[in-house]
T-cell receptor, first 114, second 112 residues
């Protein structure tokens, strides 16, 4: 089954404790991306990756890091989480091809930073 | 500055009638537009898209209209079904960037 898998689905942690949210896709997609969803703000893009070892900033990259060492994986790293990073996070992937390719989304990770 | 706006946070429609969801944008460089549907506790799923060289795209019960001069797009669902009840997001991308800007979403409720 084609899917984007995020782990963990839920996490409550404290300010400053480094955490990683993993994302893996099994569709051989070149493009992967991270979004956060906040009430009244919709989905905002954090980082995206066009292919292995190629990443770029989205609209809200501050406080986040990513890496793309393998095609299927795109982890999101919060080196020193703060309460304003409490949010619902989604990973997505698509073929690179022409623009406007529909993205496949994971089911989300709800992070609470106390 | 919100480049993609969905000004109606919610919409209620009777089953069988037409649902019209609207989206406005400010960046004239946007040339691809997509609609996603989102159920609670799930990720968004792709619904339909349109490029700026077209003004209409249809897929079954779903039609997207693009008015470039007004910087406005709309999603029509005909006929609406209770299973269409979800949050709908429009998204836009500018040529060559692969960056996507999403609207804030419209919650559609289809009443049986």
């Amino acid at each position: 089954e084609a899917q984007v898998t995020q782990n963990p689905r839920y996490l409550i942690t404290v300010t400053g404790k480094k955490l990683t949210v993993t994302c893996s896709q099994n569709m051989n997609h070149e493009y992967m991306s991270w979004y956060r969803q906040d009430p009244g703000l919709g989905l905002r893009q954090i980082y995206y990756s066009m292919n292995v070892e190629v990443t770029d900033k989205g609209d809200v990259p501050e406080g986040y890091k990513v890496s793309r060492k393998e095609k299927r994986n795109f982890p999101l790293i919060l080196e020193s989480p703060s309460p304003n990073q409490t949010s619902l996070y989604f990973c997505a992937s698509s073929f690179r091809g022409q623009e406007g390719q529909p993205q496949h989304f994971g089911d989300g990770t709800r992070l609470s930073i106390l | 500055d919100q480049q993609v706006k969905q000004n109606s946070p919610s919409l209620s429609v009777q089953e069988g009638r037409i649902s019209i969801l609207n989206c406005d944008y400010t960046n004239s460089m946007f040339d691809y537009f997509l609609w996603y549907k989102k159920y609670p506790a799930e990720g968004p799923t792709f619904l339909i898209s349109i490029s700026s060289i077209k003004d209409k795209n249809e897929d079954g019960r779903f039609t997207v209209f693009l008015n470039k001069s007004a910087k406005h797009l709309s999603l029509h669902i005909v006929p609406s079904q209770p299973g269409d009840s979800a949050v709908y997001f429009c998204a836009a991308s500018a040529g060559g960037t692969y960056k996507y800007i999403f609207g804030t979403g419209t919650r559609l409720k289809v009443l049986a």
